[in-house]
């Protein structure tokens, strides 16, 4: 298995534009994490679905935030309006259910920069 | 709220000598994870811990849980330079289903 999968790997963006992150989890994960690292804050989680079902979003900063899982092998996170503090590494990340351990898998990230 | 705390944050070591790196949590949890994060790159599982008293070794790393004490300890054998990068330590609360809540992270620097 490839692993999972982030596009872009970097991103380069001005203040008031969208950007939009994608995720391809492992083939056959049930659950799909998104987080966001920054010096600052530290590693944090921003959204997780269990079957395409978004279960807890309370780590979404604010309403500029977006994310979808159209199908279990998709996810998106948008930002709308992008503002310079969103600049950060974005992390995609999935994991069989909690049976099993939920041993979580990450992508290799996206560089987002907002100039 | 649960918290994670990670002791040291930094720690620069030389090689050949041991050390720990400890991982305290505030609240009840039975699940603990251990991630290594180089530079510029992802994070990479290292260990999966899922009961109390469970203990697993890899190479010159050793994880170790007490869920009573609520603290986990990462122990370094015989550091050598490879084993420089950020060790996090990730708790997932019992009742917060598959939520992962991390540790500041503690950065590792083996000097030759």
């Known amino acids: 298995d490839a692993g999972v999968i982030q596009s872009p790997r970097h991103e380069v963006t001005e203040m008031g534009q969208e950007v939009t992150l994608r995720c391809k989890p492992i083939?056959?994960?049930?659950?799909l994490f998104w987080y966001r690292q920054t010096m600052m804050r530290g590693l944090e989680l921003l959204i997780y679905?269990?079957?395409?079902?978004?279960?807890?979003d309370s780590g979404m900063p604010e309403d500029r935030f977006s994310a979808k899982m159209p199908n279990a092998s998709f996810s998106t996170l948008k930002i709308q309006p992008s503002e310079p503090r969103d600049s950060a590494v974005y992390f995609c990340a999935s994991s069989f259910g909690t049976s099993l351990g939920d041993e979580q898998f990450f992508g290799p990230g996206t560089r987002l920069t907002v100039l | 709220e649960l918290k994670v705390e990670q002791n040291p944050l930094f720690l620069s070591m030389q090689e050949g000598k041991n050390y720990t790196i400890y991982c305290n949590y505030s609240?009840?949890?039975?699940?603990l994870y251990w991630y290594r994060q180089d530079p510029g790159k992802s994070l990479e599982s290292l260990f999966v811990?899922?009961?109390?008293?469970a203990v697993k070794q890899e190479g010159r790393l050793m994880a170790s849980l007490d869920t009573k004490a609520r603290l986990s300890t990462l122990h370094i054998t015989a550091a050598v330079h490879d084993l420089s990068a950020t060790y996090f330590c990730a708790v997932v609360r019992e009742t917060s289903g598959s939520r992962l809540t991390f540790g500041e992270g503690t950065q590792l620097t083996v000097n030759p």
């Open positions: 811990l899922l009961s109390n008293g």
């Open positions: 609240t009840t949890s039975d699940r």
């Open positions: 083939s056959g994960h049930d659950y």
């Open positions: 679905f269990n079957n395409n079902v978004p279960i807890d």
